[in-house]
């Protein structure tokens, strides 16, 4: 069956340090990868999207990596600040004629440390 | 609206007690789907909506959930006969267009506590 893994233990890391959380799959062949930010008590907020043809994605200070062959994708916040700190989920997707639904990891508790 | 709306924010219920939960999505936006989040989980598919139509309703886990959309805009979920791992954060999220990479837009969610 599909399945989705990030780190269930949470990342703590220094104001100012790169943080990268990592997404693997596996019996999945997703299209394209999406990343959302929860912070507690909200609802995800989209983040990136990369498609299977693209191998890396930039926005601000954010940088998201696909790699179909190993079959996962890194998400970096570089120069983190204590404001990232959220749990940030990522979500394999599909186009084909199957589930259309996003399909979501557990999540990476980030804490920024000040 | 500006964004997607869901009511009510939190619900206690007794068990056995029937709830509905409400989503009022991103005017024009033709997909809808629920998610059920429990804690410290990611969010779990429950059903998708295209229009007033559900296309997929695989997700949910038994046959006391139901969900619609009668008007291709407002979704309610309702839970019958409440039971205790029912309790959870339901999270509602459109979309506009087909989900074809689109970004979800989630709403805040409704936290049910079954007691």
């Known amino acids: 069956s599909q399945k989705i893994e990030q780190n269930s233990e949470a990342l703590n890391i220094q104001e100012g340090k790169t943080a990268t959380l990592t997404c693997n799959y596996t019996n999945y062949s997703p299209a394209y990868l999406q990343w959302y930010r929860q912070d507690p008590g909200r609802g995800p907020v989209f983040l990136l999207l990369?498609?299977?043809?693209?191998k890396e994605k930039r926005k601000e200070r954010l940088k998201v990596t696909f790699d179909t062959t190993l079959k996962q994708s890194l998400f970096h916040i570089t120069a983190s600040q204590p404001a990232d700190s959220a749990t940030y989920l990522c979500a394999p997707g599909r186009v084909d004629t199957g589930r259309r639904a996003l399909t979501f990891g557990s999540g990476t508790r980030l804490q920024v440390q000040p | 609206g500006a964004g997607v709306s869901q009511s009510p924010r939190y619900k206690v219920a007794k068990r056995g007690q029937d709830v509905a939960l409400r989503c009022d999505p991103i005017?024009?936006?033709?997909?809808l789907f629920w998610y059920q989040q429990a804690l410290g989980q990611g969010p779990e598919f429950l059903t998708y909506f295209q229009n007033e139509a559900q296309l997929d309703k695989s997700g949910l886990p038994s046959d006391r959930f139901f969900a619609e959309r009668p008007e291709g805009s407002v979704s309610t979920l309702k839970i019958q006969r409440t039971q205790q791992e029912d309790s959870a954060v339901y999270l509602c999220?459109?979309?506009?267009?087909?989900?074809?990479?689109?970004?979800?837009?989630f709403g805040e969610g409704s936290r049910l506590t079954v007691l």
């Open positions: 990369i498609r299977e043809n693209e």
């Open positions: 005017s024009g936006h033709v997909s």
């Open positions: 999220a459109s979309t506009s267009g087909l989900p074809n990479g689109g970004e979800l837009f």
